[in-house]
């Protein structure tokens, strides 16, 4: 039986606001089927701390000055949870699926996620497993996975962030997921050397296609930014990171109408937000 395919857009390091919008795009352009198929992003970003909508500074242990000097930003977000860090050495992966369309519930699918990770982990020798208490992939009590999730229009966004060379040192300076108690960990930690990024991706891209029977499809994103609404290539510095602008006045592809207007109105009353990379019942 033929599997179904999703496109893979792979990038080096991509900011977060760019990869943040990119993700709330194309959620619209599966939502009114501009796009046709499920999209997962690749990447890494550059050092930033994000802080959910239950979010608290408190859990920032270290001042804003402090990050200023090193250029590291505290971004507010609309997913659920506290702080947590993303940076370079850690493979994020959002996959913006019609949830409905894969057959899963939510929990079903944040325990595919888990899967993810614990296979990608162990395809390098580390063990890594479940924790009942707390979403994520854990190595003897130490946290190397994290999941955090939203929902819109019953399509998925946010992702998961598995820690393969991370710095674990910007950790130390938040409480992770507003918990006190939570020790990271990483691939390299694990292993006590360095894991050639590629090859870890190449094992999550397996990992990903193994657990939800699916294929994934390389597409570059000039291939489907004619059908996510507002964005315009303006220039690629380099390969696999072309920057957008977000274009208001950008003509939108036929469908859009005073229909989808309401449509949008009546969505805001069911739209949900989940996040499970701070879940903790310790």
């Known amino acids: 039986m033929e599997r179904e395919k999703w496109i893979l857009l792979e990038f080096d390091k991509a900011p977060y606001e760019w990869t943040r919008d990119l993700q709330s795009r194309t959620v619209e352009a599966r939502r009114e089927r501009f796009l046709d198929r499920n999209v997962v992003l690749f990447l890494e970003h550059p050092p930033v701390f994000t802080l959910g909508r239950r979010g608290e500074r408190r859990n920032l242990k270290v001042s804003e000055s402090f990050l200023e000097e090193r250029g590291i930003s505290v971004i507010h977000v609309e997913r659920g949870g506290d702080i947590t860090y993303h940076g370079p050495g850690q493979l994020v992966i959002y996959p913006i699926i019609h949830l409905r369309g894969t057959g899963l519930d939510v929990y079903g699918y944040i325990t595919r996620l888990e899967e993810v990770m614990i296979r990608t982990a162990g ?34 966004f946010h992702g998961l962030a598995l ?7 910007h950790f130390t300076w938040i409480h992770p997921c507003g918990l006190q108690d939570i020790r990271m960990t990483s691939l390299a930690k694990e292993l006590g050397s360095r894991v050639p990024m590629e090859e870890a991706r190449r094992s999550a891209r397996k990992s990903m296609e193994d657990v939800f029977g699916i294929e994934l499809v390389g597409m570059e994103i000039q291939d489907i930014a004619p059908m996510l609404p507002g964005f315009v290539i303006k220039e690629a510095p380099g390969p696999g990171m072309p920057l957008f602008d977000l274009d208001l006045e950008a003509e939108v592809p036929v469908g859009a109408s005073i229909a989808r207007l309401k449509e949008e109105l009546a969505a805001l009353a069911s739209e949900e937000n989940l996040d499970l990379r701070c879940t903790s019942k310790r």
């Open 123 to 156: 395809d390098f020798g580390v063990g890594a497993e479940r924790d009942p208490k707390n979403r994520g992939a854990w190595v003897r009590g130490s946290k190397i996975g994290s999941i955090g999730i939203a929902i819109r229009h019953g399509i998925t």
């Open 163 to 169: 820690n393969i060379n991370t710095s674990l040192e």
